[in-house]
DNA sequence: ACCGCCGGGTGCC
DNA sequence: ACCGCCGGGTGCC
């Protein structure tokens, strides 16, 4: 009710506006805004399930008023239906929108009634379709449909007919091809390949910029100026008369519709996404002019590009470019982007993690030339300068999501960042914001831009939900809207119809540009990288070793075959996995058992024990590293919490299931009851008194020995060769840490629990060549996320097998990546006859099998492949 | 005629 | 609205 207030307060203020004036639909003008969000409102309430809801029929209704309001609409177009229970004619109101939030009627009152009651009570999502469009100045034909949970049917069919309307069955649209669930999964994986065709032709960078751009950074370049510049129409829009129509709305208007000045460059990790950015800063100012250029025209070197630079009229210098024509801004698209551009927005906002933002002030020094006097501010810390005229002055401006999301919601909205006329905005990492709920996407989603870039080495994991807020931050209209979104595009594609997919298609090809290590331009590799070979190094493990190892392995298999025979797996997943770490942790070395307990279950006695058992739970299943999902987002799990039921989620994913289901909320996973104040998280602590009693009591193993006889050899053979040890486990580092020293490596050691400043001094020591610089990364499997450059090192160790490769192959190419010199080698130590063994079997497997099904959160499909796992792991 | 029929006034929710 | 609906005028054929 309350939600309901505030959407009908947004609409009284938008038609109030709306009347009076033409709305021009493709500007960001707050008036648009306020009904988009007032109908995003309405689409997130519905939006639970948009996939999952099956057609109950259709009926034709007439929508009248037409005369009071200024929304137009065509034959066959789409409109939305929003509820007015605080009109003062009719409680049961409900309101007819146009694609870009124009009122065009009403329902009629018989009508509506009905419709009040299906919308109010969530029986069904009511969509509408006009289906001749406007005839006459007073009423028009509308064809409602209704999609909801099987279980509502009947209610909804019974309320329908009670009030004697009748609910045609069957869509009413034309039926398209459907594809299997396999094919779609298929597609949607290949989604962001083969996205390469004729992406337009190469342009050089402008002098400013002093490192020479491999071709494919060129390609990107070009494109990206044309993003930004083009004034063609976007995708899904003709030119009709003297409207402009699209045609998978079938909306037109008579304003011409802008190309989203933007996109996505989802280009792999080491293409140089960075570097292009910043080419594309220099290269491309307004009406595609160079952003600054050398102060020391005359007294600098030659240029560095084979082609000169060239002064237009106004004295600057403009892009040397390969001059064939192609890849220069044609008048059209200068004089277009003139008009439109505001002279006031002149800086570009770049907001990546904490983690790379050194990077991109060390890209910046090296990439851009010394003599070129580029005002770049770091809006970070504590004393950041707040002035909005001084941010707006800078030529580019560095922040991290926290800080903007902080500003954000300290400022209601209203921070520097948000007043600033941004000329560009560049979100590095841009993933991060895939989740439309969090914080940070909602203040990434109101800066003030004209145009929007989105980096990504990952631009979609496994749900067309995440590709929604990409979406939106671009302002691919009319998507940026839920409701649009859901109907023209996630609902068809999920339930299998083709030509949603054919349109997502298009909708992803039209603004990404994506290229793999492994992509060719005109039959070339994009770059050539050095070979990387991997080798499996078997470990026996002692006579002693084994004897221990198969204890704990029979302990274990008798354990778990009981849940498996009782059907508890998943009840006791915490202990199961608990008794495979264990395994895991004998394959290493005994000291990795450390304070575990062998009592396992759930019982206790005091809210204080049980507490501590549950930390203690969450610490194996975490605290080692190993990859553990949420499954709830089906992604790696962030901000852990663990349920009393000893199941570990991501703390927003589970309080979301909690917030929805209030009093039955069940664990996903075994679906016993869960609270909200239940939920036990991490405690951050200690644990350094361990280290001192390792050192003391010091036992070498099978699998320390391999690694330091491989280390040793290496040495003796070629003392330039640096490596990096890894492992899951970060006490196994430490374990590492004590042979390492004996024998004299020099050494450092990067791990999650590092902060941001110490991690970059490592990074850099270990990436210096200067003498005496170490030879070793020990390095955690999950260290430093995404985009961290190790390219000093050419050999790997991966002490222990992860269960996920994909984990593995990332951190692999920490090393091989752009600047990296050698062949990479890459050593697995696997331990015979072990778990490990059956891990590796099992990674073969899991790539074989189409994993990322997205939509599908189906828990039982799940539930069996993760039991079929432990048992092919315990060899049950 | 406590009807039917005609034609003018009228019009979202 | 080239409708439906309302309510006043009207009334054999």
């Given amino acids: 009710m309350q939600k309901g ?46 996939d999952t809801g099956v057609l109950f029929g259709s009926l034709r209704g007439s929508v009248v008023g037409l005369r009071y309001y200024t929304g137009v609409v065509n034959k066959g177009e789409m409109v939305s239906l929003v509820r007015q ?59 409602l449909s209704f999609w909801g949970r099987e279980e509502n049917r009947d209610a909804v069919v019974r309320q329908i007919t009670s009030r004697s309307f009748k609910l045609q069955s069957g869509p009413t649209g034309t039926h398209t091809h459907t594809h299997t669930l396999t094919q779609l999964k298929n597609a949607f994986d ?18 400013a910029v002093c490192t020479p751009l491999l071709p494919h950074q060129k390609q990107a370049l070009s494109w990206m100026c044309a993003c930004e510049n083009n004034a063609a129409l976007p995708h899904f829009w003709e030119v009709k008369g003297e409207l402009f129509y699209n045609t998978l709305t079938h909306s037109s208007v008579r304003e011409r519709p802008r190309r989203v000045r933007g996109g996505i460059l989802a280009d792999d990790m080491g293409l140089g996404k960075t570097l292009t950015t910043i080419a594309l800063i220099l290269s491309n100012f307004h009406h595609g002019k160079p952003l600054c250029e050398p102060v020391s025209e005359k007294s600098s070197p030659e240029p560095k590009a084979s082609t000169t630079a060239r002064k237009n009229p106004e004295g600057k210098c403009v892009s040397h470019s390969s001059l064939s024509g192609k890849s220069l801004v044609s008048p059209v698209e200068a004089a277009s982007s003139q008009s439109t551009d505001d002279p006031a927005a002149r800086a570009t906002l770049i907001i990546c993690p904490l983690s790379v933002l050194s990077n991109w002030l060390d890209q910046l020094d090296q990439h851009v030339r ?38 954000y919601s300290v400022s209601g909205g209203a921070s520097p960042l948000h007043t600033v006329r941004w000329l560009r905005v560049v979100l590095d990492e841009g993933h991060i914001i ?74 992803v090809k039209c603004v990404t540009l994506r290229r793999t290590k492994t992509s060719r331009v005109c039959g070339r590799p994009l770059v050539s990288l050095p070979e ?20 704990a392995r029979t302990e274990g298999r008798t354990t778990i075959s009981r849940y498996v025979a009782e059907g508890t797996v998943l009840r006791n997943y915490a202990d199961v996995l608990a008794i495979l770490v264990r395994l895991r942790q004998f394959c290493c070395h005994p000291g990795l058992l450390g304070k575990t307990t062998t009592h396992t279950g759930v019982v206790a006695v005091t809210p204080a024990e049980l507490r501590e058992r549950l930390i203690m739970k969450l610490r194996l299943v975490l605290g080692t590293g190993s990859d553990e999902e949420c499954a709830v987002c089906l992604d790696s799990v962030r901000l852990p919490v663990i349920t009393h039921c000893a199941h570990v989620y991501c703390r927003p994913c589970i309080a979301e299931v909690i917030r929805s289901e209030q009093e039955q909320a069940r664990c996903p996973l075994c679906r016993g009851q869960i609270k909200a104040s239940e939920l036990v998280e991490f405690p951050l602590e200690e644990e350094e008194e361990e280290e001192s009693n390792l050192l003391e009591n010091w036992r070498s193993s099978s699998k320390v020995e391999a690694l330091m006889s491989s280390l040793l050899r290496l040495r003796s053979e070629d003392d330039s060769i640096r490596s990096l040890v890894v492992s899951q486990f970060t006490r196994f580092l430490t374990i590492l840490e004590i042979p390492l020293r004996e024998e004299g490596f020099k050494f450092v050691r990067l791990d999650g629990t590092m902060s941001q400043k110490r991690r970059a001094q490592v990074i850099q020591e270990f990436q210096s060549d200067a003498p005496g610089s170490p030879l070793i990364m020990l390095l955690s499997l999950k260290a430093g996320g995404v985009g961290i450059n190790l390219s000093a090192a050419s050999r790997v160790f991966l002490m222990d097998p992860a269960w996920n490769p994909a984990a593995e192959d990332q951190c692999v190419d920490r090393c091989h990546r752009l600047g990296q010199k050698r062949d990479v080698v890459i050593t697995k130590f696997i331990v015979k006859g072990s778990v490990e063994e059956n891990m590796v079997k099992i990674q073969r497997q899991k790539q074989d099998l189409v994993e990322k099904a997205f939509g599908t959160k189906n828990p039982s499909e799940r539930k069996t492949s993760r039991v079929d796992e432990i048992r092919a792991l315990m060899e049950l």
């Fill in 5 to 50: 207030l505030y959407k009908y307060i947004l609409l009284i203020q938008y038609s109030s506006q709306q009347t009076s004036s033409n709305v021009s639909y493709f500007a960001d003008d707050p008036v648009t805004e306020t009904l988009s969000q007032a109908i995003r409102g309405t689409g997130e309430e519905l939006d639970r399930e948009p």
């Fill in 85 to 143: 229970p605080q009109n003062p004619y009719d409680r049961n109101a409900v309101m007819v929108a146009n694609v870009y939030g124009s009122q065009v009627g009403h329902i009629k009152r018989e009508l509506a009634v009905l419709l009040a009651n299906i919308m109010d009570n969530n029986l069904a999502r009511v969509e509408g379709v006009v289906p001749f469009g406007v005839t006459n100045q007073f009423t028009m034909s509308v064809v």
């Fill in 190 to 207: 290949n989604l962001f390949e083969n996205l390469m065709d004729d992406k337009i032709g190469e342009r050089e960078a402008v002098e």
């Fill in 370 to 407: 010394a003599d070129v006097k580029l005002n770049v501010y770091l809006y970070y810390g504590s004393e950041r300068n707040r002035d909005t005229h001084f941010l707006s002055s800078q030529h580019m401006v560095l922040t991290t999501y926290n800080v903007l999301s902080a500003d």
């Fill in 434 to 507: 895939r989740n439309p709920n969090t914080q940070q996407s909602k203040a990434v989603l109101k800066l003030n831009t004209q145009r929007r870039w989105i980096l990504t080495g990952t631009p979609i994991q496994n749900n067309l939900r995440d590709l929604w807020m990409l979406v939106a931050f671009l302002r691919l209209k009319p998507f940026d809207v839920r409701e649009w979104w859901n109907r023209v595009i996630q609902r068809p594609v999920t339930q299998g119809d083709k030509t949603g997919l054919q349109n997502l298609q298009a909708l």
């Fill in 532 to 551: 990387r070979s991997v080798r499996i190094e078997e470990v026996e493990l002692t006579q002693k070793e084994r004897e221990e190892y198969e204890l």
